[in-house]
């Protein structure tokens, strides 16, 4: 009777908390929520060592069998996958930010496009936090297509690049009454997402666990900057959705 006694009152301040959060908000921090976990999942599978013949089964995939120095698809797929992997670079994702900037600057949305600059500049940080966190070594199983510096977990050019594009989306979609036209937004910045991660693994510059990592960290800091908006938004903090 006791514990019954306690429970109830704790589980009366949970309805009564679930009643007064939005579903879509619950929804969203749940997501948050499994990114981390996937990230931290992956961290700790990966200092282990145990995603080791995962990686490089996927790894391998990618090339010719007979030649794991050369990559499936040929030279052509080759230029194309060098020319995707530019988009989670620093010049693109620079460009196109401060081409967005601008934009909402145009339409006298100065707190939105202050607020997607923190945002984006926020992403950074933490990307470059997570790099230092972690000194694996990149692939060694295969030539890299692509000149590289830094240490591979996590992916670097797949976490800006979910960072960024999908921020962009947000904030853009903030700015138009169709829902066609938000969903386009989203999708199109999750397809480039997936897309720089897969040339990651395809130019041998970075293991399948990576980029999954990058993926996961990058996708609930968007959808935490998503939230964020919302928060300020109802406070007169930026401007309000279409």
Known sequence: ??????????????????????????????????????????????????LHAFDRTVLLA?????DPATPIGGHSAA????????LGGFTVLTLVTG???????IRRQRASALFLLAAVLGGQALSNLAKLGFDRPRPDLVPHGVEVVSASFPSGHT????????????????GEESHRLRAFYIAAAALISVLVGVSRVYLG???P????AGWSLGSAWALLVWLVAR???RRGGIEREA
């Open 99 to 105: 081409l967005v900037f601008a934009f909402l600057l």
């Open 209 to 212: 666990s990576d980029v999954l």
């Open 159 to 174: 976490l800006m690049a979910t960072v960024t594009w999908l921020t962009l989306a947000v904030m853009l979609a903030r």
């Open 1 to 50: 009777m006791r514990v019954q006694t306690a429970v109830m009152p704790a589980l009366r301040l949970l309805r009564a908390l679930a009643a007064r959060v939005e579903t879509v908000t619950l929804l969203a921090f749940l997501a948050i929520a499994g990114g981390l976990w996937a990230f931290i999942g992956l961290s700790e599978e990966m200092l282990e060592g145990d």
């Open 231 to 233: 928060w300020l938004e």
């Open 62 to 66: 990618l090339r010719d069998p007979a």
């Open 79 to 86: 230029i194309a996958l060098r020319d995707l992997t530019a």
């Open 205 to 207: 510059v970075h293991w």
